[in-house]
């Protein structure tokens, strides 16, 4: 119907949401084709938010399939966007999400960085999910650097926040959450690691961040 009305804003939308879906069901293929489709669409009819939409939805297909040398550049364009323009949200979103393509590439300290701001940003705003999205960047962090403590509270409160608000986590972020959590039974054994996430379930929201954030 906008291809028949001459809408290009609304096909460039509806082009977006259908790579979205894509994504989802991971046709990345086709996927790709409609996120690029969006993308180019947008560039043409200057709509500058839907380029940035366009351009981090390609980042986070990349972090889908594991293709972190391609979903940084594009990630890291979409980051320069947001901040070109002052938009929070979307700088804050950036940031996490360029954290989870730092731990692709096992860049760990950049990676806490990008979280860190990310983090903050999130928790100002009153953004749990996104607060979520970072502790678990910030959880596989830790267990890199040997703080299993810390990383088991994050993932603890994580738990907390999904039960709060029915999140459900993007593919790389619910299998890079899996992940550590193996990892953290395999070291703590299921009774240590069971006990710490209750720790951290049972801080606020502010305490396990301020948490997090510690050197």
């Given amino acids: 119907l906008h291809a028949e009305t001459h809408d290009e804003i609304g096909s460039a939308d509806a082009l977006n949401l259908l790579g979205v879906i894509a994504t989802g069901d991971g046709s990345y293929g086709e996927a790709r084709d409609l996120l ?26 990349a972090l889908n399939q594991g293709d972190y040398k391609h979903a940084l550049p594009a990630l890291e364009e979409a980051l320069a966007i947001a901040e070109k323009h002052e938009w929070d949200t979307y700088i804050a979103n950036s940031l996490c999400d360029l954290g989870f393509a730092e731990l692709g590439e096992e860049r760990f300290d ?23 999205y970072c502790l678990v960047g910030f959880s596989s962090v830790d267990l890199a650097k040997g703080r299993l403590d810390r ?23 619910e299998r890079e959450r899996e992940r550590v959590e193996r990892e ?28 997090a954030l510690e050197p």
């Fill in 36 to 61: 690029e489709r969006a993308k180019s669409m947008r560039e043409r009819i200057g709509d500058e938010v839907g380029v940035q939409v366009s351009t981090h939805n390609l980042g986070l297909l």
């Fill in 110 to 132: 950049q990676a806490r960085a990008h979280f860190a701001a990310g983090l903050e940003d999130a928790l100002r705003m009153g953004w749990r999910e996104n607060v979520a």
């Fill in 151 to 173: 990383a088991a509270h994050s993932l603890g409160q994580v738990d907390r926040i999904v039960e709060d608000t029915h999140l459900i986590f993007e593919i790389y972020a």
């Fill in 184 to 211: 953290l039974r395999a070291h703590l054994g299921p009774d240590g690691f069971e006990v710490l996430r209750a720790e951290g379930r049972s801080l606020s929201i502010e305490q396990a961040v301020a948490e």
